[in-house]
């Protein structure tokens, strides 16, 4: 499946947050394209992670790495995304359950020049994508209920996947989909072949002991 353009985007949420430099470095140089930059509130998942300031440094650190933020929290308003659009994120998504006026959300990320997408969760119906192409760069399929690092892929969302391509295909739009959730070696070239481009892997890759094998795994398993 060399044909499309897959890419993957590391989740250091299974990171060694003491070694995060080292851990970041290491998968910038063996491959991985994207930095995946989860923030949990404690209010919309049942988990506590990283703020602004964290995404500043590893900015200031890193200047060349592209940094997608996943942002678990509610209410998503735009004073939170502004700090993360100051602090450096190149792709933010959120969820629509936590965000009164989505789609004025998503102009406000584009027109600040960073990637906007969508998150939904597995239970969330993919139809209001249908009336805001325009204004996504991107839709996050979660393949697990946000929250956790770790979990099982649900199978039920890879038909998620399926539908959102097919939706965007039907109305002459060519999306990108990011899945998020239990992508490892053993499901990624199912996943792929469900439609999805961009595939976020957290303890598959930082938690493995060899993460240059992991990744060799996971593009092995992409181009089989
Ligand atoms: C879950 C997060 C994910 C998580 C994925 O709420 O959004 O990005 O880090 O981790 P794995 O790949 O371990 O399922
Ligand atoms: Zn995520």
């Known amino acids: 499946m060399k044909t499309r ?10 990171a060694d947050l003491l070694n995060l430099e080292k851990d970041v470095q290491q998968a910038l140089d063996e491959g991985v394209d994207i930095i995946h930059f989860d923030v949990m509130d404690y209010h919309y998942v049942p988990n506590m992670t990283f703020g602004p300031v964290f995404l500043q440094a590893m900015r200031k650190k890193f200047k060349d790495a592209i940094f997608d933020v996943h942002l678990m929290v ?14 450096g994120a190149n792709w933010i998504s959120f969820h629509p359950e936590a965000c009164v006026h989505t789609e004025r959300m998503l102009s406000h990320i584009q027109d600040s020049g960073v990637k906007a997408g969508l998150a939904l969760n597995p239970s969330t119906p993919p139809q209001m994508l249908r009336y805001l192409w325009d204004k996504l760069d991107f839709v996050l399929v979660m393949t697990v209920n946000p929250g956790f690092g770790g979990q099982k892929t649900i199978p039920a969302t890879l038909t998620k996947v399926y539908d ?3 939706m965007a ?11 998020d959730g239990g992508v490892k070696a053993s499901n990624i070239r199912e996943i792929a072949l469900s439609g999805a481009d961009v595939f976020v892997v957290g303890s598959a890759f930082f938690g493995a002991a060899d993460k240059k094998e992991a990744l060799k795994s996971l593009h092995d398993a992409l181009e089989a």
């Open 5 to 14: 353009n897959f890419k993957i985007a590391g989740s250091i949420l299974s």
């Open 74 to 87: 509610s209410p998503c308003s735009e004073n939170i995304v502004d700090d993360y659009i100051k602090a």
């Open 164 to 166: 959102v391509k097919a």
């Open 169 to 179: 295909k039907a109305d002459g739009k060519d999306i990108l989909i990011e899945v």
